[in-house]
């Protein structure tokens, strides 16, 4: 349960995900915090987050969670002083009260951060801020609420959760912002089914990761297929670390209107796709006779909307290990702030992690930890799958 704000619009010419407002797939959407810093409304932290600074990444994940879909559910309206003032109480001078509204639903689009000095943005990890255009639409049932803003809104309580894009069909869109060119190729992907979690482009023959831009998480500057060309080939990680489609392909090249960079806002590309080559899982090679491991988790700490594990790799095998990956998943609504003595394969998944240069090899019945700090409630991790070479 959290608390709710309200706000006109994105911002000029992208929301904090990436996209102008009239390229949302909904004008039903909202904002959710940058910062967890509860008492401390200080605007100098650095944005993205470091991971060196992962406990006070709020629920907009520094973009991870840009282009996902919530259910909204209205909640108790205050009948005292709701402001968000910067050390001050939620509703204080007066209490929550149930009405004719608790239990309306509407389901909305994260295109947006908050980063605000108060208390909204600041000290309740659990609020969101909603586009004021949707305040009437909530529904009861088939009838929309109609009259709940602005007599009867006052910040009200609401409740949250992650949901996949609901009449899913199609596939994504890709655009070129402002100024992009062949020397700075900056995409934004939008009409996504669960959200974006990472982009690689194919570049001279090899997959390489993209960089986000900024925060903005649907954003990315990308690689042309060869050095300084035009034509680009993506592939897409969803908010569950899944490829998208499998693996599936977008090969797409930059507008000749763009070629001294794009005037749009967001130029639109056609693409093709190629669901047979870029499966990015290959089978994993096969382990020598006598080598094998395990993996075991363990909650090593925990913090509110957060905690770490400690992952301990062993060789159950009768031959030394040379290398090792892990593969492990990831509850709803969790994700990996940092991760230590592991490193991510950039061909593979988000959630397959190998050995570093330092810490494969492994005597029988030796031992190495790599760990996680994790951003969510959801601590259990499963059991963890272990490949030994």
């Known amino acids: 349960m959290g608390n709710a704000t309200h706000f006109d619009g994105l911002g000029s010419p992208y929301g904090g995900c990436g996209l102008p407002q009239s390229e949302l797939d909904s004008q039903d959407f909202v904002a959710l915090n940058v910062f967890n ?59 929550w009260v149930a009405d004719k509204y608790d239990g309306a639903t509407l389901t909305m689009l994260v295109a947006d951060s908050c980063a605000d000095a108060n208390a909204w943005c600041r000290d309740d990890p659990n609020h969101l801020d909603l586009a004021t255009g949707s305040l009437n639409r909530f529904r009861i049932g088939s009838t929309e609420v ?13 409740s949250w959760s992650f949901v996949p894009a609901p009449d899913y069909s199609g596939d994504v869109r890709i655009g070129f912002l402002r100024g992009a060119q062949r020397y700075w190729p900056a995409i934004a992907v939008s009409h996504l089914p669960d959200g974006i979690h990472g982009v690689q482009y194919l570049a001279n023959g090899t997959w390489t990761d993209a960089g986000m831009n900024s925060d903005m998480g ?27 489609g ?48 395990t993996a075991a988790w363990k909650l090593t700490n925990s913090w509110q909307g957060g905690y770490q594990a400690d992952v301990t790799v062993t060789n159950t095998g009768s031959e030394p290990v040379t290398g090792w990956s892990v593969h492990h998943t990831l509850p709803g609504g969790v994700t990996v702030a940092n991760r230590w003595n592991a490193v991510v394969d950039p061909s593979r998944p988000a959630t397959t992690v190998h050995n ?13 930890t790599w760990g996680m700090t994790l951003n969510g409630d959801d601590r259990d991790l499963g059991i963890l799958s272990c490949t030994a070479s």
């Open 37 to 95: 810093t509860p008492g401390d409304y200080s605007g100098a932290y650095p944005r993205p987050v470091p991971d060196s600074r992962a406990s006070i990444k709020g629920a907009f994940d520094n973009g991870r969670n840009c282009g996902r879909w919530v259910k909204v559910t209205i909640g108790d309206y205050c009948t005292g002083t709701n402001d968000g003032a910067p050390g001050q109480p939620f509703c204080r001078n007066g209490s």
């Open 146 to 158: 109609g009259t709940m803003y602005p007599d009867h809104w006052n910040n009200r309580h609401v």
């Open 218 to 244: 649907q954003s990315y500057v990308i690689g042309a297929t060869a050095s300084g060309g035009s034509s680009f080939t993506i592939r897409i990680r969803d908010a569950a670390d899944a490829w998208l």
């Open 246 to 293: 499998g693996g599936r392909t977008y090969s797409f090249s930059l507008p000749s209107s763009c070629s001294g960079g794009c005037s749009q806002d967001y130029s639109t590309v056609p693409y093709t796709t190629d669901d047979s080559g870029g499966t990015p899982t290959p089978t994993p090679p096969s382990s020598p006779s006598g080598a094998a491991c």
């Open 356 to 368: 570093a240069s330092y810490n494969g090899s492994l005597s029988p019945g030796a031992s190495t």
